[in-house]
């Protein structure tokens, strides 16, 4: 069974740079495209980007200029830094694992909070 | 900007049938905006429903099915069940990139 386990600080400074891992158990990396979405309070769902096992990223058009999505295969894990946040950053971040039009296993989710 | 649209809220009876849409900005959704559905519950991790328009997981209950419906993506429930009561939210591919649905919250009652 395949699951997917966000970590990081659930506090972040206004102007820092929000930092995430998601760990990745039960199932290789390989061959699969690796997600961060997130919900703000109170709104639906946004997609932030992905990365492709073998390295490829794309990010949503308006965050694109702040995000970076990375992964590392052989820890099992993916990660994604937000610069210059605002406190519009504050939201449940989730990752998830798709097959390309399949999308699959979520996170269970972690709340940052963006305020000083 | 490309926008996706759900109804905010629906509300149908235990054993009702009840289809929410997902309507693009774009124009008519096809199959190559390979919807995917998705289930959130409070507290829970969003739970996948269906891929690719209408292909079921493994765990997806067989009262949940996926279509298009009059330039739509659908997903109907049939037999609701209380346990249903959740919110809702359809995702599109469009332009190489990923775009949520507004989401609509399903109201057992």
């Known amino acids: 069974q395949v699951q997917l386990q966000e970590s990081g600080p659930g506090l972040v400074k206004p102007s820092e740079t929000l930092s995430l891992t998601c760990t990745v158990s039960?199932?290789?990396?390989?061959?699969?495209?690796w997600s961060w979405i997130r919900q703000p309070p109170g709104k639906g769902l946004e997609w932030i980007g992905y990365?492709?096992?073998?390295?490829?990223?794309k990010y949503d058009p308006s965050l694109k200029s702040r995000v970076n999505i990375s992964v590392d295969t052989s820890k099992n894990k993916f990660s994604l830094k937000l610069s210059s946040v605002t406190a519009a950053d504050t939201a449940v971040y989730y990752c998830?694992?798709?097959?390309?039009?399949?999308?699959?296993?979520w996170g269970q989710g972690t709340l940052v909070t963006v305020s000083s | 900007q490309t926008v996706v649209t759900q109804e905010p809220s629906l509300t149908v009876s235990p054993g009702g049938t009840v289809t929410l849409t997902c309507a693009c900005s774009t124009g008519a959704v096809t199959s190559h905006y390979y919807p995917n559905w998705f289930q959130l519950k409070p507290g829970q991790a969003p739970r996948a429903l269906i891929y690719s328009t209408d292909n079921k997981h493994s765990w997806t209950p067989a009262r949940f099915s996926g279509s298009l419906l009059g330039g739509k993506a659908a997903l109907t429930v049939s037999g609701v069940q209380p346990g249903d009561e959740a919110e809702y939210y359809c995702l599109l591919y469009y332009d190489d990139t990923w775009v949520f649905g507004g989401g609509t919250k399903l109201t057992v009652l």
């Open positions: 990365i492709y096992y073998s390295g490829s990223t």
């Open positions: 039960g199932g290789s990396m390989s061959h699969y495209y």
């Open positions: 998830a694992r798709s097959g390309g039009t399949e999308w699959g296993y």
